[in-house]
């Protein structure tokens, strides 16, 4: 993307359209769009999205690691046009972000992660979609329209499971495939603990699963065990609530029959057997390798000689990320551990990023620290729910606007030229 105008054009608009009484829909400001996502989302919602581990302390991890870093503005340089395109994976991409996966999205919008996707489509940036979706994949692909998408995977315990949703990923058109590796367990995510609610138990979030050949089948021989049980115990009100929660959410032709089925609860309870699985090892990426002909990233990479086990492994790609601060408490910011990586790395393979981005700045210190293409998480969520698709597109189009005046107030014109020496300093001096 080359343009003389992005973040002017971004600023225009919203200055013109403030002179004749009208104000931004979608807050500009993170705070301020935090706060609005916040009244339009439910308890439960609010909680699942913004919360993270324990005391969250890794959650201010991640923003008081880009604190740690400072831009130096450079002057009398020719930044008429700027670039924001970048190359990666072996694709032309116009700008250097990526939609980071959130999970149970649906909690947010109905029809969240195919909003999400036409408006990553539309901005050319590539969504990825999560394996815990509230839409199957192929609905995703549909909303993209061609446009370029990957799929992230969650390794279930079950590894025909597993190669159904590879080869799904892969008949649909995604480009890559993410594999995420520190949620073998769920972190002790203290807001959801404190209102009892996971929401794939209430069958939210688990749409690639009940659309899948293998799952489905799973399900079948699960419920069926269930029929043969006799009958259960008598539901409290509590219960009932969940159930039908569940089958809302449950593919099928009429919610009365739904309600019925024993499939619905029998799919829930399938998914929480086989939802992910602590016994893997670098030594079944090569299984996964034979199974798909997808570049494979490795998302959730903190530690250098991580790093270069990943690289040991042939795989295509790594990120840097501590899963926004929702798994472990007390760790690393994921900008902290930037550095270290991309030196192990040194160019072999894509190190991408993400925790903690906020804004447009935020976009260009994790770039000038080297990462290739950088992740965008909580704000997308935040301006689904405050808009929709609508306001996805708004909180993308400030970020790179954002993104874009912050290049040329630094003095540089392209996104490899701010990893400069002189572009960024530790916040201690120079």
Not at 122 to 147: H, K
């Amino acid at each position: 993307m080359t343009s003389p105008s992005v973040g002017r054009a971004a600023q225009s608009s919203v200055y013109r359209a403030g002179a004749l009484g009208t104000r931004p829909w979608v807050p500009v400001a993170p705070v301020r769009l935090e706060r609005a996502a916040r009244r339009a989302m439910s308890r439960r919602a609010w909680a699942y999205v913004a919360g993270s581990a324990g005391t969250e302390a890794t959650a201010a991890a991640n923003r008081a690691a880009f604190d740690r870093w400072h831009l130096v503005p450079r002057v009398l340089r020719d930044v008429a046009t700027r670039d924001l395109s970048t190359e990666v994976l072996g694709r032309h991409r116009d700008t250097p972000l990526v939609l980071a996966p959130m999970g149970a999205m649906g909690l947010v919008r109905g029809d969240a992660d195919v909003a999400v996707a036409r408006a990553a489509a539309a901005a050319g940036v590539p969504y990825v979609a999560s394996t815990q979706a509230s839409a199957p994949m192929e609905e995703t692909a549909r909303a993209v329209d061609g446009a370029e998408w990957w799929f992230q995977l969650y390794w279930s315990k079950d590894d025909e499971l597993v190669t159904s949703l590879v080869r799904r990923a892969e008949a649909a058109g995604a480009s890559a495939l993410v594999v995420t590796l520190d949620t073998h367990v769920l972190g002790w995510r203290a807001r959801d603990l404190d209102l009892g609610h996971l929401p794939f138990a209430r069958g939210e979030g688990i749409a690639q699963y009940t659309s899948d050949p293998v799952f489905v089948d799973l399900v079948r021989r699960r419920a069926a065990a269930a029929v043969a049980s006799g009958p259960r115990p008598r539901p409290t009100p509590a219960a009932l609530a969940t159930l039908a929660s569940i089958a809302r959410r449950h593919p099928g032709r009429s919610f009365a029959e739904r309600l019925r089925s024993p499939l619905p609860r029998a799919a829930v309870e399938t998914f929480l057997d086989v939802f992910s699985r602590s016994d893997l090892t670098w030594d079944h990426l090569a299984w996964l390798r034979e199974r798909t002909r997808l570049p494979i990233v490795l998302k959730g990479i903190q530690h250098a000689d991580d790093a270069e086990r990943a690289l040991d492994a042939g795989v295509d790609g790594v990120v840097v990320s501590n899963h926004g601060g929702r798994q472990v408490d007390g760790a690393v910011g994921a900008l902290d551990a930037l550095p270290a990586v991309v030196a192990r790395v040194d160019g072999r393979v894509p190190v991408l990023f993400d925790s903690g981005v906020r804004g447009g700045a935020d976009v260009a210190k994790a770039l000038a620290l080297g990462a290739d293409l950088v992740g965008l998480g909580r704000p997308w969520a935040y301006g689904l729910a405050v808009g929709g698709s609508e306001g996805v597109d708004e909180v993308l189009r400030n970020v790179l606007a954002e993104l874009d005046l912050t290049m040329a107030l630094v003095g540089v014109r392209t996104v490899r030229d701010l990893r400069d020496d002189d572009v960024l300093v530790p916040a201690t001096g120079r």
